[in-house]
């Protein structure tokens, strides 16, 4: 089922009457297609004195073909503005961000993007550095709401010593991959991962298992794997066979029947192997809505041993056998509902908050063995799931975020392809919403 409202605000009579009614304006969003241009017009960047990742930053955008600027056009028509904020180290030059930001908000064009970089505050010992660092996200969280049109904005930490590893966020951020990812912030650590070999087929050569890819966000996320060039292991309840055995036959994958909360799940699922994974995305999971007062303890635990238990006992047994390829990466699918809880959803909440939980706790200690492991959040998606909610809870969920509107399970999908990409690799820990910036949670 469509989104009818966008459809209409996006026409001639709609634009009229949602202007002159003060109704949500959804923005037409770019997404990308194979071939396109990394942005739609030329890149301004902008730094403070002393600023660290300017000249980085140049460098792979002429790479990747972009125009870049030191100066504004004439009458605006920027596709993206950068700013380098890895040189303020007090609060008394946050004015900087002003100086930058106030004469060229308007100059940037329709789904154009904004990026700020800076430096971890955990990472910087001058606490008034820190404080000043931390306050650019109250910066790029305001920008995503207030620039509109389909613009979004971002912020990147990036640890020093990991100025080499900038080009697959940018290359995402930037893009239309990142269509529906606003207000967030993403932590770079130090390295200097190695480049794809080609950028249009970033994952060329590797092996890929999805669980739950037979429909939905899942058959997205094989779909987009193999697009870019992953050898994908599509993998569900083999009440999904049909389904399942479509999806691994449009990427020309492998499709296994599991129950991943089977007893002894690893290690059947180890048997099918024939090699190291190099990207475990665990995309499978259920809902059984209710509640906390109304719900049984089947409702309860039928969804944490999907969601949670099967993910953490795959990753276990996997590493155990040394099926993760060293420079491996791990995915896990969260929710909004993880971070700001939802009625009638204690179980699907505790147990995506669970997910973030494995990202966080399990990250160090993967990083050791070459392996990173991330989650994403998705907020409202466009599925056979959410188009069966009731009108007013699927309308509220579709236009309360600062894109006024409902994401593609796409959207999900090349989220999780930016963390699977090589390049990802001193991207670890971290956790991005897929929500178009959703005014829940965080």
Request: hydrophobic content about 40%.
């Amino acid at each position: 089922m469509g989104d009818r409202y966008a459809s209409f605000a996006n026409s001639g009579p709609g634009r009229t009457m949602i202007k002159r009614l003060g109704l949500p304006d959804p923005p037409r969003l770019r997404r990308w297609t194979p071939g396109d241009p990394l942005t739609e017009g030329p890149v301004l960047i902008g730094a403070a004195p002393g600023g660290r990742l300017g000249d980085q930053v140049r460098k792979v955008l002429a790479g990747a073909g972009v125009e870049t600027l030191d100066e504004p056009l004439s009458g605006g028509g920027h596709g993206a503005l950068i700013f380098d904020a890895t040189g303020i180290t007090d609060v008394g030059e946050l004015g900087e961000l002003f100086n930058f930001f106030h004469p060229y908000a308007r100059s940037v064009l329709r789904s154009g993007r904004v990026l700020v970089l800076g430096t971890p505050p955990a990472t910087v010992d001058d606490p008034h550095e820190a404080t000043a660092q931390r306050a650019l996200e109250g910066l790029t969280r305001s920008i995503g709401k207030e620039f509109g049109r389909g613009i979004t904005a971002q912020l990147v930490y990036v640890e020093r010593g990991g100025e080499g590893a900038l080009e697959s966020t940018l290359r995402f951020l930037l893009s239309g991959r990142s269509a529906y990812v606003s207000g967030q912030v993403v932590t770079i650590g130090a390295g200097n991962p190695p480049a794809p070999a080609d950028w249009q087929l970033p994952l060329a050569g590797k092996s890929a298992l999805v669980t739950g890819a037979a429909r939905g966000i899942g058959a997205a996320i094989a779909r987009v794997l193999a697009r870019d060039g992953a050898d994908v292991i599509a993998l569900d309840v083999p009440a999904a066979g049909d389904a399942l055995a479509g999806v691994a036959n449009d990427v020309r994958g492998r499709a296994v029947q599991l129950d991943l909360t089977a007893e002894g799940a690893g290690a059947r699922l180890a048997s099918h192997l024939t090699r190291p994974l190099d990207i475990i995305v665990h995309n499978a999971g259920i809902t059984r809505d209710r509640t906390i007062a109304k719900m049984d303890e089947g409702g309860w635990n039928s969804v944490l041993a999907v969601n949670l238990v099967a993910p953490s006992r795959i990753n276990d047994a996997l590493l155990e056998k040394d099926l993760i390829a060293s420079g491996g990466r791990i995915v896990g699918v969260a929710s909004i509902a993880g971070i700001a809880g939802n009625r009638g959803q204690t179980n699907y909440a505790t147990s995506k908050a669970g997910v973030i939980g494995l990202v966080q706790s399990s990250a160090p200690g993967l990083r050791k063995q070459g392996v990173t492991i991330n989650a994403v959040a998705p907020g409202f998606i466009e599925t056979a799931m959410t188009a069966k909610m009731p009108v007013t809870l699927r309308e509220a969920g579709r236009r309360m975020n600062s894109l006024a509107q409902g994401g593609l399970p796409v959207d999900v999908a090349e989220t999780i392809a930016w963390f699977a990409s090589p390049g990802s690799g001193t991207i670890t820990g971290n956790v991005v919403r897929v929500c178009g910036q959703s005014l829940l949670g965080a």
